[in-house]
């Protein structure tokens, strides 16, 4: 009798055993398969970079991209203090080359991929009455807004301009600092100020602002937008197919749309 409730004993188990145990959905083994890289970006590449990511990973399906977007001088101050980043595309070339003097960019993998133009802005169903950038200094204008000089590119470059047809010191209470260039677009778009100062191509997709006037390219340092591998990655060979992606002519012409001028 105990040998008879031995081997039931074990016929149980062998049929409720499988029963109990997990199995994970095909598609979730295949998501857990992925290679995750971190690309650390400019905030304003955001429209362009997101296309780009869905076109690589339709032939790159092995890889996952995902994005860390915000001002390149934050970003920039990420990766100094150890922040996970793999490639890490600026919008200041300063911020670019001082990551590269710490020795924390792959000397052999940078490049200058992208440039862009600084542009006034108001809202576009309430105008504020300008024409050009000195228009800023009337008294009808009350609130400029531009990202934060020190770690925002675009309000970099803003400042240098307003600096070079020097109003800068006049414009000290109008203006509004904010954390990246999408906020200037917002306050403009939703006439929180009265005019913002962003690039160009902050522009598209957005129907509720318009161009006051394109700032000379001499008032400010050359916009150039830099890529490079950060060396700590340790996913070299996914990491460089990304990074050779964006300089092919998918990745171009994607950029182009958007309104970025490529460097060749």
């Given at each position: 009798?105990?040998?008879k409730?031995?081997?039931?004993?074990?016929?149980?188990?062998?049929?409720f055993?499988?029963?109990?145990s997990?199995?994970?959905?095909?598609?979730?083994?295949?998501?857990?398969?992925?290679?995750?890289?971190?690309?650390s970006a400019a905030?304003?590449?955001d429209?362009a970079?997101?296309e780009?990511k869905?076109q690589f990973?339709k032939?790159?399906k092995?890889?996952?991209i995902?994005?860390?977007?915000?001002?390149?001088?934050a970003?920039?101050?990420?990766?100094?203090?150890?922040?996970?980043?793999d490639?890490?595309?600026?919008?200041?070339?300063?911020?670019?080359?001082?990551?590269a003097i710490?020795g924390?960019?792959?000397?052999?993998n940078?490049?200058d991929?992208?440039?862009?133009?600084?542009v006034?802005i108001?809202?576009?169903?309430k105008?504020?009455?300008l024409?050009?950038?000195?228009?800023l200094?009337k008294s009808?204008?009350?609130k400029?807004?531009?990202?934060?000089p020190?770690?925002?590119?675009?309000?970099?470059y803003?400042k240098?301009?307003?600096?070079k047809?020097?109003?800068?010191?006049?414009l000290?209470?109008?203006?509004?600092q904010?954390?990246d260039?999408?906020?200037?677009l917002?306050?403009?778009e939703?006439?929180?100020?009265?005019?913002?100062?962003?690039?160009?191509?902050d522009l598209?997709?957005?129907?509720?602002?318009k161009?006051?006037?394109?700032?000379d390219?001499?008032?400010h340092e050359p916009?150039?937008?830099?890529?490079?591998?950060?060396?700590?990655?340790?996913?070299?060979?996914?990491?460089s197919?990304?990074?050779?992606?964006?300089?092919?002519p998918?990745?171009?012409?994607i950029?182009?749309k958007?309104?970025?001028k490529?460097?060749?």
């Amino acid at each position: 009798m105990k040998k008879k409730g031995l081997i039931w004993f074990f016929i149980v188990i062998l049929v409720f055993l499988p029963a109990c145990s997990t199995k994970l959905p095909e598609k979730d083994i295949k998501q857990a398969k992925k290679i995750e890289i971190t690309i650390s970006a400019a905030v304003s590449l955001d429209s362009a970079l997101m296309e780009i990511k869905t076109q690589f990973e339709k032939t790159n399906k092995q890889i996952a991209i995902l994005y860390n977007l915000g001002g390149s001088g934050a970003l920039k101050q990420q990766i100094i203090q150890g922040a996970p980043a793999d490639i890490f595309i600026s919008a200041s070339k300063d911020h670019f080359e001082e990551l590269a003097i710490k020795g924390l960019i792959d000397e052999q993998n940078q490049t200058d991929l992208l440039s862009n133009q600084i542009v006034l802005i108001t809202n576009k169903s309430k105008p504020a009455p300008l024409t050009n950038f000195k228009d800023l200094n009337k008294s009808g204008i009350k609130k400029v807004a531009i990202g934060t000089p020190a770690t925002v590119p675009a309000g970099m470059y803003a400042k240098q301009t307003l600096q070079k047809l020097d109003i800068w010191d006049r414009l000290q209470s109008k203006i509004i600092q904010t954390k990246d260039v999408r906020q200037v677009l917002t306050y403009v778009e939703t006439n929180s100020v009265d005019a913002g100062i962003v690039y160009m191509t902050d522009l598209k997709g957005s129907d509720k602002v318009k161009v006051v006037t394109v700032a000379d390219e001499q008032s400010h340092e050359p916009i150039i937008y830099s890529a490079g591998i950060i060396k700590s990655s340790v996913k070299k060979k996914e990491v460089s197919l990304f990074y050779d992606y964006l300089q092919t002519p998918t990745a171009r012409a994607i950029f182009k749309k958007y309104g970025f001028k490529v460097l060749d």
